[in-house]
Nanobody
């Protein structure tokens, strides 16, 4: 069982930056692929970024590529999402997710554990 707790959301102006954190419980963090997803009101949850365990290969949605960076600190059992050049369309609840696997998935249905979400609001 893994528990995930996100933090770092807030209100920011367009063009600004935020860093989200996701702290995970458990002793085998390195064996989990980690993902960030987001869900805006009235829309489906969508993939943002993911990082594999082990070597930490990263994957991004086209909409955030070049603006967001996912990373992990295995010593702290934490995954981060650095967001820059934020746009109003980035406004959503951001969720952290985990799956015990060496493979990275981009579909929400493939992840087994989810955090409670953190709100990111980008004003124009």
């Amino acid at each position: 069982q893994v528990q995930l707790v996100e933090s770092g959301g807030g209100l920011v102006q367009a063009g600004g930056s935020l860093r989200l954190s996701c702290a995970a419980s458990g002793r085998t963090f390195t064996s989990y692929a980690m993902g960030w997803f987001r869900q805006a009101p009235g829309k489906e949850r969508e993939f943002v970024a993911a990082i594999s365990g082990g070597r930490g290969y990263t994957y991004y949605a086209d909409s955030v590529k070049g603006r967001f960076t996912i990373s992990r600190d295995n010593a702290k059992n934490t995954v981060y999402l650095e967001m820059s050049s934020l746009k109003p369309e980035d406004t959503a609840v951001y969720y952290c997710a985990a799956k015990y696997t060496t493979v990275v998935f981009t579909a929400p249905r493939n992840y087994d554990y989810w955090g409670q979400g953190t709100q990111v609001t980008v004003s124009s």
